[in-house]
């Protein structure tokens, strides 16, 4: 794939980066739905559905390019697109909704979620740093991974607990996937097919999205990070900002800041930890200061969700604006 897409023509190498972003996008679809009907028929609450299946399944895109970068060596972009992501979905997906409709915070994600994906950021900028004297960067190994991936399961087992015990205690808990109209019960043979094919597609796809965003950052004289940063984070992370703007139209936008916060801990937890686990990756030094902007960024929108326990238009708009600051800014250093 990567021997033709690099002797393609250009016009053609943009086709085949939106036919890696759909396959992405709709094979992390199809094997959530499988694997949801597979878990359902087993009798698994659908709390805990929502909170593993379905809630992972919004990082299944980042994580098939990471780890296809990683595997190619483009360290660059195994970080930048997971950095990019979380940025997009903090200042884009969030500030979108809230000047569509203002998007109410809950209470555990003002003292729970927000804290623990700043720790994640400020985390990952330390090892950043720690390897700032190294010409390759600091390198995530193995044994890293692992730790990220012990870590994230931690942070699922946390939500789990948290999410059953105020199920027992009859309140309200508000999760993607979390109602059994939610969930379609699909025959056992199609489940199947549903896991199987959507594995493919995530896989295809993200050895697509990664060749093309290599060839196309070559042909324009970007660099992996940039197109990182930009095109391939915009493009994993579209179908939240779709899926916000029908709520945010629907007035249901209560779980969207909630929603978003996890999925930043997601792709740090689950992402790297995966793609290092399979293949090291590096932090290099441009990938600092997209660091400490995500970090910069995290603050603002726990300052914001923290004031009013709400964010408004006001603040929504502020935080577009940034991003826009954010990606000028990238484009001309």
């Not at 992390?28 to 359902?40: C, L, M, Q, T, Y």
């Not at 940039?226 to 095109?231: H, S």
């Not at 960024?297 to 300052?303: A, K, R």
Request: aromatic share 6%; glycine share 10%.
């Amino acid at each position: 794939m990567e021997k033709f897409i690099n002797n393609a023509p250009f016009a053609l190498v943009l086709i085949f980066l939106v036919m890696g972003f759909v396959l992405l996008i709709k094979g992390a679809d199809f094997f959530v739905e499988g694997s949801s009907s597979v878990a359902k028929r087993l009798h698994v609450p659908s709390i805990i559905i929502g909170l593993t299946i379905v809630a992972m399944g919004t990082s299944l895109p980042e994580t098939a390019v990471s780890v296809s970068a990683s595997l190619a060596g483009n360290n660059e972009l195994a970080v930048s697109n997971v950095v990019g992501s979380n940025i997009f979905n903090l200042m884009v997906v969030i500030g979108v909704c809230a000047m569509i409709a203002t998007v109410n915070v809950a209470e555990e994600t003002i003292k729970r979620d927000i804290p623990i994906s700043l720790v994640c950021a400020g985390f990952l900028l330390l090892l950043g740093i720690v390897g700032l004297g190294d010409k390759e960067g600091m390198i995530l190994g193995h044994f890293d991974g692992i730790i990220f991936l012990c870590a994230f399961a931690v942070y699922i087992f946390h939500l789990i607990k948290t999410a059953l015990k105020a199920s027992k205690e009859g309140r309200k808990v508000e999760i993607e996937g979390g109602s059994d109209e939610d969930i379609k019960l699909i025959s056992v043979p199609m489940s199947i097919l549903f896991i199987v094919g959507g594995a493919i597609a995530i896989a295809i796809g993200g050895d697509m999205t990664v060749d093309a965003a290599s060839r196309i950052a070559g042909d324009l004289g970007m660099s992996q990070t940039l197109i990182g940063l930009t095109i391939v984070s915009i493009g994993t992370s579209l179908p939240e900002l779709v899926t916000s703007i029908v709520a945010a139209r629907k007035n249901e936008v209560d779980m969207a800041l909630g929603n978003a916060i996890g999925s930043n801990v997601f792709n740090i937890f689950m992402v790297l930890g995966v793609a290092s686990a399979i293949s090291p990756i590096s932090i290099v030094a441009e990938n600092i200061i997209d660091l400490c902007v995500l970090v910069v960024f995290t603050v603002c929108v726990w300052i914001f969700a923290g004031t009013k326990r709400k964010i408004g238009r006001m603040e929504g708009s502020c935080m577009v604006a940034l991003y826009a600051l954010y990606v000028v800014y990238i484009i001309i250093r």
